[in-house]
């Protein structure tokens, strides 16, 4: 039956179709930074980049309030081109200012991880920057690897470029460790629900730890997400998750900030004063 709700939420949703056209042709999206902490030294390898929106009238708000609706009316390629370029062009202002070197890692929509032509606009914009492939990680969900045939041969195209690509949110979806096998993938980014649940629920911390495990044999790398605890971080270390990223070491922060954190060691910080954690400082060395 007819309720006004229901009124109001299309014309929010139009509206906010409308204003999502309107926000690219007047540049308001920029991105934020996450860092990606190497356990084992306490330094930050790499960043996440991930896209916000400042609404003229909603505030800042985060992609998923608008990624699905630039998927819907077909703004998913130009806005996804627009992240993989600013990145990589970030990457090059810290490295020109002398920050270390590290891995910059954007997400793809699958939407647009199925544009046949993805592969040579990263080419085209890793030499438009000055990027290189080596150190650029393309993240993707498990949605895209449902399927071989086109997929497929866009995962081997990509990476014959030279760049990393990751299974993001791995283990929530319909993946299985089967088709690990046969993925020519890099990096396997396990989901903050295993790291939220591993210390009260025992099963999630032998899902966990086998995830670890069966990536490492097949010569996967595999980051943690959510990480907001000292005792998540130790726990992860111990079944030899070798990168983290989460509260604990930082929030996505702007261009501007992450330039202080490129060379923070988290092991000697105190990144949360509230509940006393002193920053990986129980952490061995290796």
Same mark, same amino acid.
């Given at each position: ?18 204003? #999502?056209? #309107? ?26 980049? #991930?896209?916000?929106? =400042? ?12 990624? =699905? ?51 040579? @606009? ?106 907001? @605890? ?49 920053? #990986? ?6």
């Amino acid at each position: 039956f007819y309720q006004p709700a229901l009124t109001a939420l299309a014309e929010n949703r139009l509206r906010i179709e409308q204003d #999502l056209r #309107l926000a690219i042709e007047r540049n308001q999206f920029e991105l934020h930074y996450q860092p990606q902490v190497e356990l084992k030294t306490g330094f930050m390898v790499g960043v996440e980049a #991930l896209i916000r929106w =400042h609404h003229p009238e909603q505030g800042l708000l985060a992609p998923d309030k608008f990624i =699905h609706v630039a998927e819907r009316i077909g703004l998913i390629k130009q806005l996804g081109d627009w992240v993989l370029e600013t990145a990589c062009r970030q990457a090059v202002v810290w490295q020109k200012m002398g920050l270390p070197r590290f891995q910059m890692a954007v997400n793809i929509s699958p939407t647009h991880f199925q544009d046949p032509a993805l592969a040579t @606009t990263v080419v085209r914009i890793l030499a438009e920057t000055g990027w290189k492939a080596t150190d650029l990680e393309l993240e993707v969900t498990e949605s895209v690897v449902q399927t071989t045939g086109d997929n497929i041969d866009m995962f081997n195209d990509l990476r014959a470029i030279g760049l990393k690509i990751a299974i993001d949110d791995f283990g929530t979806g319909y993946s299985s460790l089967a088709s690990l096998k046969y993925l020519p993938i890099d990096c396997l980014k396990i989901d903050r629900l295993f790291v939220t649940d591993m210390l009260n629920d025992p099963d999630s911390s032998i899902i966990l730890g086998a995830i670890v495990n069966v990536a490492h044999s097949l010569g996967h790398e595999v980051i943690a997400e959510g990480v907001e @605890t000292m005792d998540q971080a130790v726990a992860l270390y111990g079944i030899g998750c070798e990168t983290v990223q989460g509260y604990l070491f930082s929030r996505p922060v702007t261009a501007e900030k992450l330039s202080g954190l490129a060379q923070q060691n988290f092991k000697s910080v105190n990144v949360d004063n509230s509940k006393g954690f002193t920053a #990986l400082s129980v952490l061995k060395s290796g």
